[in-house]
């Protein structure tokens, strides 16, 4: 009898243990797919930032370039 018996009880304990062990390897990817999405949102924050930098800075380089033209203009005339 304790043959039956123990097979009896570990089916239902293995499956327990095995639904366990899948959810916490569930829980450890979707904290993984958080941690990853976080650093993402970092990434495109900092692209962005430095795009808007690399606006300012061509908008920059054009000013100087326009003000160095006229003065090559002006300098030109004399």
Known sequence: ?????????AS???????????FEIGSGLLTEVRR???LLGERDKAI????????DLDKAIEALRSGLRAQEQSAGGL
């Open 1 to 9: 009898m304790s043959g039956i018996w123990s097979s009896t009880v």
């Open 36 to 38: 990853l999405q976080s």
């Open 48 to 55: 962005q930032d430095m795009k808007e930098e690399k606006d």
């Open 12 to 22: 239902p304990l293995r499956r327990i243990v095995r639904v366990e062990f899948a």
